[in-house]
Nanobody
């Protein structure tokens, strides 16, 4: 089992930046792939990006503005969000690889709210 806890969300103005953190605990050695998703009110959950041991991949909607990184020593993954827009407002979740990957991510955090105000 892997436990994930997100933090770093908050209220930010258009054009501002936030850095979200995803702290992992438990059997993290089996979860080399971590992803960020988001869900806005009334909308379906949306893929934001993912990081493996050596690669990152981003949704077109955030490419060039968001950056995912990891600190293996701290078992943490980060989502640096720059040039934020109102449409980035959502609850952001991190998810980690488990036994059912790539069909699905088995482990999820509780989410952290990001609100971008205009």
């Amino acid at each position: 089992q892997v436990q994930l806890v997100e933090s770093g969300g908050g209220l930010v103005q258009v054009g501002g930046s936030l850095r979200l953190s995803c702290a992992a605990s438990g059997r993290t050695e089996s979860s080399s792939v971590t992803a960020w998703f988001r869900q806005a009110p009334g909308k379906e959950r949306e893929f934001v990006g993912t990081i493996s041991r050596s690669n990152t991949f981003y949704a077109d909607s955030v490419k060039g503005r968001f950056t995912i990184s990891r600190d293996n020593a701290k078992n943490a993954v980060y989502l640096q969000m720059n040039s934020l827009k109102p449409e980035d407002t959502a609850v952001y979740y991190c998810a980690a690889q488990g036994p059912n990957w790539p069909k699905k991510y088995d482990y999820w955090g509780q989410g952290t709210q990001v609100t971008v105000s205009s």
